[in-house]
């Protein structure tokens, strides 16, 4: 069975930092291409920033100098570390798994809330 745990999340002030993580089971790891997508109220699930099985990193542009995709193959575990946090960052961020040939293995997580307020 597949899972994709994220956890990390949680109430931050404007300016502040959290860090993302995603435990993955039940695929081969490394040969998925990882991404962070975030959905706030009302709006469509958009993708954060995604890390192929060869570590090259892809960023939305209103996170990029902000935020930075990370993975530890050994740990299954793909990471996102969110520095300047700003309120419009607010939403539930989701953990996304896709085999790097047959995109029809794709996996969601559950997601987690990040809040951005003072």
């Known amino acids: 069975q597949v899972q994709l745990v994220e956890s990390g999340g949680g109430l931050v002030q404007p300016g502040g930092s959290l860090r993302l993580s995603c435990a993955a089971s039940?695929?081969?790891?490394?040969?998925?291409?990882m991404g962070w997508y975030r959905q706030a109220p009302g709006k469509q699930r958009d993708l954060v920033a995604s890390i192929t099985s060869g570590g090259t990193t892809n960023y939305a542009d209103s996170v990029k100098g902000r935020f930075t995709i990370s993975r530890d193959n050994a740990k299954n575990t793909v990471y996102l570390q969110m520095s300047i946090l700003k309120p419009e960052d607010t939403a539930v961020y989701f953990c996304?798994?896709?085999?790097?040939?047959?995109?029809?293995?794709?996996?969601w997580g559950q997601g987690t809330q990040v809040t951005v307020s003072s």
């Open positions: 996304h798994a896709e085999h790097t040939i047959y995109s029809l293995r794709n996996y």
């Open positions: 039940g695929i081969a790891f490394s040969i998925y291409d």
